[in-house]
């Protein structure tokens, strides 16, 4: 799912866990964290709203969480940052973090 300015609010206050990836194309460790990011977003698609944010396109979005570096992944619960992963790793940390926020 493509996470922008328009939809995050709405997603926000589904009063699911959110988690953000904060990318870009050009980034590779961003291209090794994207798969497992959709693979977290279909097992937990009815528990957590998981998406992707190209910060190319969102700088709005981006500037709000104070991104710096890319793969930057947000995790939120009642619309408070939680946790954050920043750096390329592997599935089961990001499992981890999501689990502990469900």
Do not use: H
């Not at 969480?65 to 930057?72: A, S």
């Amino acid at each position: 799912m493509e996470i922008t300015s328009q939809n995050y609010d709405e997603l926000v206050a589904s009063g699911k866990p959110v988690v953000l990836d904060f990318w870009a194309t050009w980034c590779g460790p961003c291209k090794k964290v994207g798969p497992l990011v959709e693979e977290l977003a279909a097992e937990y698609a009815d528990k957590a709203v998981i998406g992707k944010v190209d910060v190319e396109e969102e700088d709005e979005l981006a500037s709000r969480f104070g991104i710096r570096n890319i793969p930057t992944i947000i995790y939120l619960k009642n619309g408070e940052v939680v946790d954050k992963q920043v750096g390329a790793t592997t599935k089961a940390v990001l499992e981890d973090k999501l689990k502990a926020i469900l």
